[in-house]
């Protein structure tokens, strides 16, 4: 499903002393099979943005359009629309409630695919502990609270991609892991992105994350898209993102200094490819390993 | 003088003392260090900063700060008074809903004068930066700041040790810089012994020592240049190397002569000068 | 500088009301309420009008914004008084005005009607003008000081005001958790909008455990952040914030003492408030 939003504008608590405009016409589209980035600050408006493309918040101003749906149209079959529209919280462990992580996970199925049997139902969970990394036999009776952190978000994420949704939205999703819990939380969306999940977006603070692991990027600031484009092309403009107070990956900092001595290293950023050109280019002056 | 001492201290949340989450660990952190502990979840790094405070008591083993074992009941206020610990989570460290009643929180409890408390709110709220949100709401504070309040709570007390149990890892990068701004200086400029923990190697550099811990041992314990220079042993306790460090390997493993770096500038003087040699 | 503190219905601005002691506020308040029901006239009662007059002057709050506050309970006010217009009985077969079976309409009634309602309105004013000028926060400190003297028979003034004083403060917090949670249900299909107060009940579950879980979690935090400062019940413990009772405070109850007496002064010269209806019936 493509996702293109135009003009889209959007304001808390309109008319009164704590208005807060938080979207200021945001024009963007995401293709199909993207595996898409968000960079702001927080209040940047990218999690208001990612909330309208599910209708948690609904179209105030401008357009949007996700896949078929057109969101502004009131007769809008939203549920169907979130049903193709995963959405991850950040600290998504926190929205678990049921007795078992069987119940747990199985919920969005109940709501979503009405009708569906027990055994299909238990099939689709099974599926989903099993792809987020989960042993369905042992984990299914136990209650989602005397998990581990951990295997917590992996059961909360289980409980979201159980409807395999087109598109998958997640906000901050590798906050407080540790680093290991990150790689895997990452080799995980990898693992599914491409196949029924056909889009994935993550909103992340971490600039190393986004050009590691995206393919398309877009840096929100004061309700604007200001910058969009492969990770590239965005870490490239590093002064700019330094000018927004936005970090800039540890590839693009070492990049920016070699340039100003007169090294231009072409790369994507990602820490391999950095590291491969830094050698080509140190070939090309003369240097060898003999 | 030795600030914090762990002798041989075992520790479980459970009742029979089974799963420790500590398993004999023996330590020692002199006063003005900075120390990075450093580990990964359920390794045993918060039941560390708990048992400093006597939040927590050791099962076996014992823990002395500045000399006071913290099993002993009497010492528990004096030993707290000592080692101010600030959590992870900013919205559930603040009692009152405006600032200054906060960090006059701490002072109140230790039965400070009035006037006393006065100035010890101007100092911890200039230390960390915040004097001009004295007056503010908690509520409407960015992350970085709450954390801060959440500092300037701990450093009204006055403690000689500030334990930081993964305060950043809520934070997005601006609060992360603040936060760690802040702590480097109480450090630098006010000699405060600083144990931080967390999960971000990147902070671990500005340490003076780094503790790696793994299922409840102290596994690893030097400069943080020298733990980072031990990568394979690194990734067996699943710690990933910062990123400039990971470039730098990727470099010297084929060959190019760069020298050790960790940061982005090292890394990039490192390669400049190996350039220009080539 | 302006305390931003704009939780609940407190209205900012720099006013004689705003700075004054919470206690004496509060102490007014109840005095107010006090003058109100002593008032056996709608003389006693227009004194009373324009004293609030005057003090929303003072707190520098605009008369629509106080009205608003009110016109929630007004509904609340309108059908106490009608239950009154249909049960009051005179004693006078002159004073009826309609009758029905056994519901009459007297100009009793329709007085006494009258009274209710404007008393019960005052009231709603005198408090929201509390609420308006003055901070929760302060209104705590205010609580906690003026119960101070309770602390003798052993009644937990210091923790009840904590108690108070953190309640207020994670308000917002379970408010911003709550509409999370709910954002992240509805994101798994959940449906809070439609069906029967049963199935709206329940459906509701999935949001009220994580959020009491939560409430539990950070609680166990807090309690682990107030022991590591040094936390240990009201013994030993000072306090930082002072309340200062000033010329401001003195000023306003001696006009409301004078609002009292003038009350007291005019049950006593102008009778009850049945006499209007001379006005009208012989």
Same mark, same amino acid.
């Given at each position: 499903m493509r996702i293109v939003a135009e003009g889209l504008t959007y304001t808390y608590?309109?008319?009164?002393?704590f208005a807060s405009k938080a979207l200021d016409g945001v024009d963007l589209t995401i293709e199909e099979g993207e595996f898409f980035g968000i960079i702001g600050?927080?209040?940047?408006?990218k999690s208001t943005f990612v909330q309208h493309l599910n209708a948690l918040i609904r179209l105030t101003g401008g357009s949007l359009h996700v896949g078929e749906y057109?969101?502004?149209? #009131?007769?809008?079959?939203f549920l169907e629309l979130r049903s193709k529209v995963g959405m991850v919280f950040q600290y998504?462990?926190?929205q678990l409630f049921a007795e078992t992580v069987e119940k747990d996970v199985a919920f969005g199925l109940k709501n979503f695919r009405k009708g569906m049997s027990e055994e299909e139902t238990a099939a689709a969970v099974k599926e989903a502990l099993e792809t987020v990394g989960l042993d369905y036999a042992k984990v299914?009776? #136990?209650?989602?609270?005397?998990?581990?952190g951990g295997q917590k978000r992996r059961v909360a994420i289980a409980g979201v991609i159980v409807t395999k949704p087109e598109v998958l939205i997640l906000d901050e999703?590798?906050?407080?892991?540790?680093p290991l819990g990150k790689r895997e939380l990452m080799e995980l969306l990898h693992s599914i992105?491409?196949?029924?999940?056909k889009t994935v977006v993550i909103v992340s603070h971490d600039m190393d994350e986004i050009a590691e692991n995206c393919t398309h990027a877009a840096v929100f600031s004061d309700g604007k898209v200001v910058m969009c484009g492969k990770p590239s092309e965005i870490f490239a403009r590093a002064d700019e993102l330094l000018a927004l107070g936005l970090d800039i990956p540890v590839t693009a900092k070492c990049a920016q200094v070699l340039k100003a001595r007169g090294y231009a290293v072409d790369t994507d950023f990602t820490c391999d490819d950095f590291a491969q050109k830094v050698l080509a280019l140190w070939e090309k002056e003369g240097g060898s390993n003999a | 003088m030795e600030a914090v001492k762990f002798e041989n201290v075992k520790f479980s949340y459970r009742e029979d003392g089974k799963?420790?989450?500590?398993n004999g660990v023996t330590l020692c952190i002199e006063e003005g260090q900075f120390v990075a502990v450093l580990g990964m979840n359920g390794s045993g790094k918060s039941t560390l900063a708990k048992l400093i405070n006597a939040l927590l008591i050791p099962f076996s083993g014992k823990v002395e700060v500045f000399g006071m074992d913290t099993s002993d009941e009497k010492k528990t206020f004096e030993i707290r008074k000592n080692a101010g610990m600030v959590f992870?989570?900013?919205?559930?460290?603040?009692?009152?809903?405006?600032v200054e009643d906060d960090v006059a929180f701490g002072p109140e409890n230790i039965g400070v004068p009035r006037e006393e408390i006065g100035k010890r709110i101007d100092f911890a709220l200039d230390a960390v930066g915040m004097q001009e949100f004295r007056? &503010?709401?908690?509520?409407?504070?960015?992350g970085g700041q709450k954390q801060r309040i959440a500092i300037a709570g701990v450093l009204a007390i006055l403690p000689k040790i500030m334990i930081l149990d993964?305060?950043?890892?809520?934070?997005d990068p601006r609060g992360r810089r603040e936060v760690m701004d802040v702590v480097r200086r109480l450090n630098r400029e006010k000699g405060m012994t600083v144990i931080l923990i967390t999960h971000f190697m990147d902070e671990a550099l500005q340490a003076d020592r780094a503790i790696v811990m793994h299922r409840g041992e102290v596994v690893m314990d030097g400069a943080p240049e020298e733990i980072f220079a031990r990568s394979d042993e690194l990734e067996t306790y699943n710690l990933t190397l910062p990123r400039a460090a990971y470039v730098c390997k990727k470099l010297q493993e084929a060959g190019?002569?760069?020298?050790?770096?960790?940061?982005a500038e090292e890394l990039a003087e490192g390669i400049c000068e190996s350039l220009r040699k080539a | 500088m302006l305390n931003d503190v704009a939780f609940g219905q407190y209205y900012p601005a720099k006013s004689f009301v705003h700075n004054m002691d919470p206690r004496a506020k509060i102490v007014l308040v109840i005095a107010f309420i006090v003058a109100i029901f002593l008032a056996k006239n709608f003389l006693g009662l227009a004194a009373v009008i324009l004293f609030l007059i005057l003090v929303v002057i003072l707190a520098r709050v605009p008369f629509g914004r106080v009205l608003r506050s009110v016109k929630m309970v007004l509904f609340l006010i309108i059908f106490t008084a009608i239950l009154n217009l249909f049960f009051y009985s005179s004693n &006078?077969?002159?004073?009826?005005?309609w009758q029905w079976k056994f519901i009459t309409i007297s100009w009793e009634a329709i007085i006494n009607m009258l009274f209710l309602a404007l008393r019960l309105f005052l009231l709603v004013m005198g408090t929201t003008i509390l609420t308006l000028t003055t901070t929760p926060v302060s209104l705590t400190d205010g609580i906690e000081s003026l119960l101070t003297p309770l602390k003798w028979i052993r009644f937990p003034v210091h923790e009840l005001a904590l108690i108070m004083s953190i309640a207020l403060r994670f308000i917002p917090i379970l408010t911003d958790e709550t509409n999370r949670i709910i954002a992240a249900q509805k994101a798994r299909?959940?449906?809070?909008?439609?069906?029967g107060l049963i199935k709206r009940a329940k459906a509701m579950i999935p949001v009220l455990v994580p959020l009491l879980v939560s409430a539990f979690r950070r609680a166990e935090d807090l309690g682990d952040a107030m022991d590591a400062r040094c936390?240990?019940?009201?013994?030993g413990r000072t306090k930082y914030k002072k309340l200062t009772f000033t010329w401001r405070d003195l000023l306003g109850l001696l006009l409301l003492a004078g609002l009292i007496t003038g009350v007291v002064f005019l049950n006593i010269y102008f009778g009850?408030?049945?006499?209007?209806?001379g006005w009208f019936v012989a």
């Open positions: 608590n309109p008319k009164s002393p600050h927080t209040g940047s408006g057109d969101l502004a149209d #009131k007769k809008c079959k998504p462990e926190y299914r009776n #136990k209650s989602p609270f005397e998990l581990s999703p590798a906050a407080g892991l540790d992105h491409g196949g029924w999940c | 799963d420790p989450a500590l992870q989570n900013p919205d559930n460290q603040t009692v009152a809903s405006i007056k &503010s709401t908690p509520a409407r504070l960015s993964e305060s950043t890892a809520m934070l190019m002569p760069v020298r050790n770096a960790f940061t | &006078s077969e002159l004073h009826i005005l299909g959940a449906d809070f909008e439609t069906g936390y240990s019940g009201a013994k009850g408030k049945f006499d209007v209806i």
